[in-house]
């Protein structure tokens, strides 16, 4: 076969795919859902309608919303055997382990695979995004030895969320927030987590397997583990003199400042506004965060200091503040963000079906051709090994 393309590492720059979810231009800061911008969504929609758009691909009407908004509050509940299953989870265990496995169960209880089904896809799709908060929420009572609640039907679905996650009614205003942060993490064009879902979803596999492949990429630090990150980062600074001096340090050592970069966006994340400016209001009606100061002024150092590439604060820099006002642990930061990007996660798998072909892309080979095997009795210690790879240096291609 022959090779289409240099290599770029990361991929960077390479279209995988062709989709009409979202866009977004990274030099003006520009990001749509479907063609809204994100200001507009944020300011007037609401997450399940905004899920909604994603996946279907146009705004539902009134009786759209209010059939979809029905049939997830319908199906918010656990089998009592996947909350069986997590009792048995370690209390120790990361949320997003958890997360994943939950995710992955629910392939168990609802074996059916049917991909050319039309009903089958949206009971699917009303299943992931009604049952993983709850299970989010579950995992945070469960570990703390308490029995998870119910689901509360008289409540939407955030305020539903923070109810089964704190066990008391959300103010509104902290409800509104909470929702309007989904709304800014539903969807992302092609990132890591997507991607992951769309590879897994190109073997035809059933859905719930596709979300879990999504889980775990989304958890790692560089992805959406950044946010728990950046509050870790914020409490080692621990005050706004500390703050020039642990970027300097961070330069010098060619560490990663938590919350900082992207792969797109060379100028703020336009998340990243409003989520700053959510954690405003927040502070307003609640106080303000002792750590606020300091992420201002990180962002002003990082600025001064690295602005030039073209690092400003991405999504996951002001998310976590929200949250922590919101009273969620910082551990559970990427799981909310989880919660939200099911959205977007869905609509690409949905698009993926569409037109599917396996990802099979090729690779460059580095390695030796035509070696011998060499019996274990013969085999040569570290330093021969190293002798011998220089002299069967050209059997490599
Ligand atoms: C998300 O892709 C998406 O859309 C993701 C996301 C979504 O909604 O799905 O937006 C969510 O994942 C946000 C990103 C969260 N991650 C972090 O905050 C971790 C810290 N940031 C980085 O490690 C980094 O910026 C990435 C992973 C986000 C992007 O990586 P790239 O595109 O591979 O860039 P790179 O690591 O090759 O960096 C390019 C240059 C390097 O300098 P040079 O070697 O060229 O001199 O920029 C520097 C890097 O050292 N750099 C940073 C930095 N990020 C990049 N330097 C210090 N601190 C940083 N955070």
Aim: glycine share 8%; proline share 5%.
């Amino acid at each position: 076969m022959t090779v289409a393309c240099e290599y770029r590492p990361g991929l960077e720059g390479v279209p995988a795919t062709q989709s009409s979810i979202s866009f977004v231009d990274g030099t003006h800061g520009i990001l749509e859902y479907r063609g809204i911008g994100i200001e507009e969504l944020a300011k007037k929609s609401n997450f399940l309608e905004t899920a909604y758009l994603l996946i279907w691909g146009e705004l539902p009407t009134k009786d759209e919303l209010y059939e979809f908004e029905h049939e997830i509050r319908y199906h918010r509940r656990l089998k009592y055997r996947i909350r069986d299953m997590m009792k048995c989870f370690p209390e120790s265990g990361h949320p997003m382990d958890a997360l994943q496995a939950c995710a992955a169960a629910l392939g168990l209880f609802y074996s059916r695979r049917a991909l050319d089904d039309p009903a089958y896809i949206r009971a699917a799709v009303v299943r992931l995004l009604a049952k993983i908060p709850t299970m989010v929420a579950a995992f945070q009572l469960m570990r703390k030895g308490n029995d998870p609640i119910q689901p509360r039907d008289d409540l939407d679905y955030s305020a539903n969320f923070l109810y089964m996650l704190t066990e008391r009614e959300p103010d509104p205003l902290a409800a509104k927030i909470f929702d309007t942060g989904l709304i800014l993490h539903a969807e992302h064009t092609i990132n890591a987590s997507t991607f992951s879902a769309m590879v897994t979803a190109s073997t035809l596999t059933d859905p719930y397997a596709v979300i879990a492949s999504a889980v775990g990429t989304l958890a790692g630090p560089l992805h959406g583990g950044a946010s728990e990150e950046v509050i870790l980062m914020l409490e080692e600074i621990g005050s706004v003199e500390n703050v020039r001096p642990f970027v300097e340090s961070a330069l010098e050592n060619r560490s990663k400042i938590m919350g900082f970069g992207h792969r797109v966006y060379k100028v703020k994340d336009p998340r990243a506004i409003i989520l700053q400016q959510l954690a405003e209001q927040l502070f307003e009606k609640f106080g303000r965060d002792d750590y606020y100061d300091i992420a201002v002024e990180l962002e002003k150092v990082v600025q001064e200091k690295l602005g030039h590439k073209g690092i400003y604060p991405n999504v996951d820099f002001y998310s976590g503040l929200v949250y922590r006002k919101l009273g969620i642990p910082s551990d559970l930061f990427t799981p909310v963000f989880a919660i939200s990007r099911v959205a977007g996660w869905l609509a690409h798998w949905k698009e993926q079906l569409n037109e599917n072909r396996i990802f099979r892309p090729t690779q460059i080979y580095t390695g030796f051709r035509g070696a011998t095997y060499v019996p274990i009795e013969q085999r040569r210690s570290v330093g021969d090994k190293e002798l011998l790879a220089t002299l069967v240096g050209d059997l490599k291609p």
